[in-house]
């Protein structure tokens, strides 16, 4: 783990940001899908071609997103994170507090789907949870984002644009 904290966010760190949040949003805009593949195995009946592509695709995207977040953990860990931008100590908290949850969901809700899909305990009804709280907490963080740009313009969101150099 590194002493010194970087000025930014690397290319890498930036990269898997913007890699990760186009997948959440595909899993959330599609990620029905899946849900009526279970359903009718469960039921032993027969899917659409398209809600049998797009629950395969689920499945294997639920599993990128998990490697991949796993990946940014590793970067954070040994690359480091810049400081937080500033502002009042508790939107500051705040903050925080909403990164971690976004890696406490990006890691558990890829484990419940896949548990839900092997059909082992309740999982799928938690796996279902997480859509309204991924929809809320992107919101906030977007909201936040821009606030930093327009209200405190504190070169917030560049930060995740430009890599550090």
């Keep these: 783990m590194r002493s010194v904290r970087p000025l930014g966010y690397s290319a890498a760190q ?3 940001h913007w890699l990760i949040a186009a997948l959440v949003i595909f ?7 899946m849900t009526h ?14 809600d049998a592509s797009m629950g395969t695709a689920h499945y294997w995207v639920g599993i990128a997103i998990l490697a991949l977040v796993c990946l940014r953990l590793a970067l954070r860990l040994f690359v480091g ?25 990006l890691v558990a ?4 789907g896949l548990l839900a899909y092997y059909q082992l305990g309740p999982f799928g009804g938690i796996h279902s949870l997480a859509k309204p709280i991924f929809i ?3 919101g906030l963080h977007a909201a936040a984002a821009l606030f930093h740009q327009f209200f ?6 560049l930060r ?3 890599p550090a150099r």
């Design 27 to 33: 899993q959330l805009l599609l990620g029905d899908s």
């Design 109 to 112: 809700v890829p484990i419940t």
């Design 37 to 50: 593949v279970v359903r009718a195995r469960i039921r032993d009946r027969i899917v659409s071609s398209f």
């Design 160 to 162: 995740m644009l430009v």
């Design 14 to 16: 930036i990269s898997l």
């Design 136 to 138: 809320i907490l992107i």
């Design 152 to 157: 405190l313009k504190d070169g917030t969101l």
């Design 81 to 105: 994170t810049p400081k937080p931008a500033g502002g009042p100590a508790p939107l500051v908290l705040l903050a925080r507090f909403a990164h971690w949850t976004f890696y406490v969901l």
